[in-house]
């Protein structure tokens, strides 16, 4: 099992730029999510997903968007990019029945 | 929402010296309390965790208390080691799909 993968690790966008944070697990997990991490701030989550076809929001959605076609994937969108949206973004997926998150090993976006 | 609050936000001990975390949370509908160990540039991994079921758990030189009624939980680390730096992490969830996290908690132990 590669567990969870994100794609990029490393990313630097032009404010007003878009890209897609790509997230896929190969555990068969229902719930999925994405949180960011900012310096003393913690893990803040942005979206999740109980399964293929329903997203929620989490505690700071705004900027981003998500989708969730098959049960494996689970891509971030940030459209119009701005500074405040430079992060270390983690992916993570979890069984429901046990709670335990699986990490993956993040995604480092500056925008300048 | 709910809130977390963790402290210390930095924590040195001698090798050999206990470490204590402590968190408190707002909700009182929250039945789930994870802990999470960061190494330096890596990802978050599930160390303990405690449902609310129970009021303390060990695994080896880690426990986990939770104190109901007061709406606060602690991490014990017994005997630290120098592998034990790293930057910890309390959450709670009530729903099982949504985790709030502390700030975290830099540990280093000091050989």
């Known amino acids: 099992n590669a567990g969870v993968t994100q794609t990029p690790k490393f990313r630097i966008l032009k404010i007003g730029q878009s890209m897609t944070l790509q997230c896929t697990q190969d555990m068969n997990h229902n719930y999925m999510y994405w949180y960011r991490q900012d310096p003393g701030m913690g893990l803040k989550l942005i979206y999740y997903?109980?399964?293929?076809?329903?997203?929620d929001k989490g505690e700071v959605p705004n900027g981003y968007n998500v989708s969730r076609s098959t049960t494996e994937d689970f891509p971030l969108r940030l459209e119009l990019a701005a500074p405040s949206q430079t992060s270390v973004y983690f992916c993570a997926s979890s069984y429901p029945q046990t709670g335990e998150l699986f990490f993956g090993e993040g995604s480092r976006l500056t925008v300048l | 929402g709910e809130n977390v609050e963790q402290h210390p936000s930095t924590l040195s001990v001698q090798e050999g010296d206990s470490a204590v975390i402590k968190c408190t949370y707002s909700d009182s509908a929250s039945n789930y309390f994870p802990w999470y160990k960061q190494e330096l540039g890596k990802r978050p991994q599930l160390i303990i965790d405690?449902?609310?079921?129970?009021g303390e758990k060990k695994d080896q030189r880690i426990a986990v208390t939770l104190n109901k009624t007061a709406k606060h939980f602690s991490l014990h680390i017994t005997e630290t080691q120098p592998e034990d730096s790293a930057v910890y992490f309390c959450a709670a969830s009530k729903t099982g799909n949504q985790f709030y996290f502390g700030t975290g908690t830099s540990l280093t132990v000091i050989p």
């Open positions: 405690i449902r609310s079921n129970v």
């Open positions: 997903s109980v399964g293929a076809g329903i997203t």
